[in-house]
């Protein structure tokens, strides 16, 4: 009988790879619901959902490339940064420059990838530890922004970049959070089913077999920091869209949201093991988390320490599963 | 030397680790002011009874008494206050402290609660002058070749007083020139009566340095001569001796066609400089040597795992040399490391999934898989090589040689024509071994040029047409296996 259920357990962690190791999370994430819909009346409704998935969105594109750099077994600290230069490059470009959107979009997601670029040259050529180059990455990075208007935001965006953001299609979605969706199912996709995505587990759980078993580590390792730049950047569109404007100090320590979201959703900080799957159920915890609080009308300050708790219980929770 | 009394001596040591014993009651005595060279086999206890002297490792039985008294270290500091200082083969000192730092640290000279740094650096100064060595004890350690380096690990276990030095493998990354250099300090020191225990392989240099020689196999002391001056020959027998014949199956004929060739590879660290041979199909070239003879740096090197500075690997007479583990494999040349939970599987992650990895260009040739697809490609292979355990199960989980089996799987999936093994039964059962012999015979059955790096020498012998022998860096000769026993390889590798 023992045997039979053990042989259940290998069978189940094989069929949903992109959940192994994110039961205990998801099991918090029902949990936290549940509390939630006692304590405040005003949560259980689809238009609060609605909301969440809205403040959710830049969060949400932002840990799905943070989620791919964890799992090889790096970091990414300048994503925030990055998110906020690819937004003064859009509003440069489309309303100091004149650039039509069609065209200043890409550019300013291109300028992201840029960043991701040197930092993986940085990490891959001249073997400068992920931390610190993405460091570096995260202040120049913070610093161009700046310098674009010297500080200040620009508006001014043509009026349906915002709608983007606020009209739901359908009674249902705004663009920006089917664009997250997308991105999700991408990324959901990738991981699982595409040579490629399976290559980062391999390149995270030991990166020297997976060299000697004819990997391109270091490709896949440049790619994979880019894409999470890019996504940085597309984070940023999304941000300028909710806004309907830009400013260099958006972002600021967002990139510890992200580590924050990938880590609770039970991908491991020295890589091979995780998933979006996780991340999803990580970045809806703190979604969740942040709505009810703010429904209950705890004060911000004291929703950072309670974020902070959940960090905590959630990585301990599964470390104790793990040696048990 | 008879009326002088031992420092130490040594009454039927032990040590057990569980059921496996790996010192059967060990006798040993080493007076003031010699040199005992401890000698023998990769294997054959002398780092463990090291340990437990220098009270790394305690003894599962028997008594060491130390200048007349009892003596039970329980860790290396008891055993270093005692005055036993033991140099590591890799050294263990810090590079960006000072000499002087490093010599005391851990047990600072102290003065009024403040470290006394003119103490430490006079009585690190007195400790480099003993040895003749005129550096400043307040240089950074950084940047000091490694013969200097060697220097102050003994200085350091002067200055704590020590009157026994062991001395691991102390020559085994040393010049000429540096060799020389320890070689007469360790002359000064036998002067000044510190006792010397001095473990080497390279047993050309114990006739110039040692006092007596005690050579050991198989964890127990085998026999004991009582002068440095014994002819390398009858040392080699005495480590070798004669143990029990090891089954291996039959040798496939090899084929006339050569798959592999080198020409005078060498490497950019040095490690190996100049190797000339080749592999016919069907074949399995065994290359033989001691630790440290640049024989795994080689394989490394031909199957595109570490860089090549000079010379050329030719596949069926086309130069291919390759540059990186993809360039070989691409070209059907394949390693199975030596360090199988470092280089060969990912542990944490199932056998399905490590056999996949190095597959994944197969299994998803349209860029799409699942892990259904991986799961039902990495059973084939599991079921044909006898893999004990599922494909959903940990790597983990498995015995070293199912593990073995799991790398061997991964690659062989991919139908290479030549196939490295470095160490491939090293911490594999007795058992399992024999199995890893029959695939490594089927692969040259199937016309697979096999290449067989091996420390263990039955091994080399057993399952090789031909041996190359390697000895720091060079290959010292190529032996065909009628000519292969354990004195001529031994022999080639103490060149």
């Known amino acids: 009988m023992a045997a039979l259920a053990k042989t259940h357990d290998v069978v189940g962690r094989r069929m949903l790879p992109s959940l192994r190791g994110a039961t205990g999370p998801l099991i918090g994430l029902i949990v936290l619901c549940v509390f939630l819909t006692f304590a405040s009346d005003k949560f259980l409704s689809v238009r609060n959902f609605l909301n969440v998935l809205d403040q959710i969105t830049v969060l949400g594109v932002m840990a799905v490339g943070m989620t791919l750099v964890i799992l090889i077994g790096g970091i990414d600290l300048a994503v925030g940064s990055v998110m906020a230069l690819a937004m003064m490059v859009l509003g440069y470009l489309n309303i100091m420059a004149g650039v039509p959107m069609w065209l200043a979009i890409p550019l300013a997601l291109l300028v992201a990838s840029l960043n991701g670029l040197v930092a993986g040259l940085l990490i891959t050529r001249f073997n400068v530890p992920a931390f610190i180059a993405t460091l570096a990455m995260m202040s120049i990075a913070r610093g161009l922004a700046n310098m674009i208007t010297d500080g200040q935001q620009l508006i001014g965006f043509p009026a349906w970049f915002n ?39 391999a390149i995270g759980g030991n990166a020297e077999v997976a060299r000697l078993a004819g990997i391109n580590v270091n490709r896949a390792t440049v790619l994979v920091y880019v894409v999470s730049s890019l ?49 999803i159920i990580g970045v809806l915890i703190i979604g969740v988390l942040r709505n009810g609080l703010n429904l209950l009308s705890v004060s911000p300050f004291m929703q950072q320490v309670i974020i902070g708790g959940v960090i905590v219980l959630a990585v301990t929770a599964e470390t104790y599963r793990k040696r048990k | 030397m008879t009326t002088r009394s031992p420092i130490l001596s040594l009454r039927g040591i032990q040590k057990s680790y569980g059921p496996i014993k790996v010192l059967h009651g060990v006798d040993l ?11 023998g086999e990769n294997g054959a206890g002398k780092s463990t009874l090291s340990n437990i002297i220098s009270g790394t490792v305690q003894p599962s039985a028997g008594d060491m008494t130390w200048l007349g008294k009892s003596y039970t270290p329980t860790d290396p500091r008891a055993a270093m206050d005692e005055g036993v200082g033991m140099i590591h083969q890799e050294l263990k000192l810090l590079p960006k402290l000072s000499i002087a730092e490093n010599v005391f640290v851990g047990r600072y000279p102290m003065k009024a609660g403040r470290i006394d740094r003119k103490a430490m650096e006079d009585r690190a100064r007195r400790g480099l002058h003993r040895l003749g060595l005129d550096i400043s004890p307040d240089r950074l350690v950084e940047g000091l070749s490694t013969g200097k380096q060697q220097l102050i690990e003994i200085a350091k276990a002067l200055t704590l007083n020590a009157r026994l030095l062991i001395l691991d493998e102390p020559t085994a990354a040393l010049g000429g020139e540096e060799t020389q250099l320890l070689f007469q300090q360790i002359e000064r020191l036998r002067t000044e009566g510190v006792g010397i225990i001095y473990i080497s392989h390279r047993l050309e240099e114990i006739r110039q340095i040692a006092d007596r020689i005690v050579v050991m196999r198989d964890g127990a002391k085998v026999q004991e001569f009582d002068s440095g001056d014994v002819p390398i020959r009858t040392i080699v027998e005495a480590m070798v001796g004669r143990s029990l014949e090891r089954m291996f199956p039959a040798l496939p004929t090899p084929t006339d066609e050569v798959t592999l060739e080198v020409r005078s590879l060498s490497s950019p660290s040095n490690a190996f400089r100049d190797i000339n041979f080749f592999v016919r199909k069907g074949e399995v070239f065994g290359i033989a040597g001691l630790m440290g003879a640049g024989r795994t740096e080689l394989v490394r090197a031909i199957t595109g795992a570490d860089p090549i500075s000079g010379g050329e690997v030719l596949l069926r007479g086309k130069a291919i040399t390759p540059r990186s583990p993809i360039e070989a494999i691409r070209n059907g040349i394949v390693l199975v490391p030596e360090d199988r939970k470092l280089q060969g599987v990912v542990l944490d992650h199932s056998i399905a999934e490590n056999i996949g990895y190095a597959n994944l260009g197969e299994i998803a040739a349209s860029g799409w898989l699942s892990s259904r697809r991986i799961q039902q490609f990495a059973e084939d292979y599991i079921r044909k090589f006898g893999v004990k355990g599922r494909g959903g199960q940990n790597a983990s989980e498995l015995s070293g040689g199912n593990q073995q089996k799991v790398v061997l799987a991964k690659w062989l999936a991919r139908k290479p024509q030549v196939v490295v093994l470095d160490e491939p039964t090293r911490g594999i059962d007795v058992g399992a071994r024999s199995s890893i012999y029959d695939l490594i015979m089927d692969l040259a059955r199937q016309g697979v040029a096999v290449i067989v790096v091996s420390s263990d020498l039955e091994e080399v012998l057993g399952v090789s047409s031909r041996i190359m022998v390697m000895a720091k860096g060079k290959q010292s000769g190529i032996l065909n ?15």
């Open chain 2, 481 to 495: 296996r009628e000519d292969a026993n354990d004195v001529s390889v031994m022999e080639l590798a103490t060149i």
């Open chain 2, 29 to 39: 005595d080493i007076y003031p002011g010699e040199v005992v060279a401890l000698l």
């Open chain 1, 163 to 201: 709608t983007m953001a606020i009209v739901r299609f359908g009674g249902f979605l705004t663009l920006t959070v089917a664009v997250m969706l997308v991105i999700f199912i991408v990324g959901l996709l990738y991981l699982r089913y595409r040579h490629g995505g399976r290559s980062l587990y």
């Open chain 1, 231 to 279: 996504l940085a950047g597309l984070s940023g569109m999304v941000l300028a869209a909710r806004l309907d404007s830009v400013q260099p100090s958006s972002g600021v320590s967002y990139e510890l949201d992200a580590i924050a979201a990938v880590v609770i959703g039970g991908t491991s900080l020295s890589g091979g093991t995780g998933g979006i799957g996780g991340t």
